[in-house]
């Protein structure tokens, strides 16, 4: 699952918990699942104001606590850091609802394919 989140340049710190970040770094978090930073492009949005669209890989293994996964991801996206979520190219609106519906979604395709 590719989360892409359009933030000012330091929420991966936040995310990653990290005083510093780098593509690759990767983090175990709640719910049974790991974080990885993506390659970090920078798009001008206005002049003089760079942001970062910053793509994090999210992945989940066999048995995955929905709730606890959604609770820790819509905590930390619920900042005024974060202005957009997209969840696999899709457009999502941070609340833990529509975050909790994704990831429940993308085990159910998961576990069908299996």
């Known amino acids: 699952m590719i989360l892409e989140i359009d933030s000012s340049p ?8 990290s005083d510093s970040m780098s593509v690759g770094m990767t983090r175990d978090i709640p719910g049974g699942a790991k974080i990885e930073l993506g390659e970090l492009p920078l798009q001008k ?18 048995s995955v606590a929905v709730n606890l996964l959604s609770s820790w991801l819509y905590d930390k996206l619920k ?16 609340t833990k609802e529509a975050i909790t519906k ?9 576990d069908g394919q299996s």
Do not use: Q
């Open 45 to 62: 949005r206005h002049i003089a104001v760079v942001e970062c669209f910053i793509p994090i890989i999210l992945t989940f293994g066999g």
């Open 79 to 94: 900042t005024k850091h974060v202005r957009e979520l997209r969840i696999n190219g899709i457009r999502i609106e941070i």
């Open 10 to 17: 330091i929420f991966p710190c936040v995310l990653f918990d």
């Open 102 to 110: 994704v990831i429940v979604e993308s085990v159910e395709f998961r």
